[in-house]
């Protein structure tokens, strides 16, 4: 069985305010190469479908999870913001411009726009 433990004051149902720790600075390497213009749309749903496949990956854990009961419910909680910030259109729809815009990978895109 795992513990996790959240510190911090409600402030209403599913909501805490806490005390945010850094755990590390991780840095992404990623290639950056230009994309021919023929290409661009092609990028574009390279980026659309992986962030497909994270979404999909997020409701099966969280499936999964609730399921076999042996996980605490914050870690739900915890999917779920990873959820919203996958849907949030500041990362899913910006990297899509910035792609288009300077024909650049999505894995570029998506890095130059996470670190706005």
């Known amino acids: 069985m795992v513990t996790f433990a959240l510190h911090g004051v409600g402030v209403s149902g599913g909501i805490a305010i806490g005390r945010a720790q850094l755990v590390s600075h991780a840095t992404l390497e990623v290639a950056h190469y230009v994309v021919p213009a023929s290409r661009v749309d092609h990028e574009i749903a390279r980026l659309e479908l992986a962030i497909d496949e994270v979404q999909k990956e997020l409701t099966e854990l969280h499936g999964t999870m ?28 910006a990297p899509k411009r910035i792609i288009a815009e300077q024909r650049c990978n999505a894995e570029w895109a998506l890095t130059q726009q996470m670190n706005v």
């Not at 609730?66 to 729809?93: C, K, Y």
């Open 66 to 93: 609730t399921r076999s009961g042996d996980l605490p419910g914050e870690f739900g909680a915890f999917l779920d913001v990873h959820w919203m910030i996958l849907n949030d259109p500041t990362l899913s729809e």
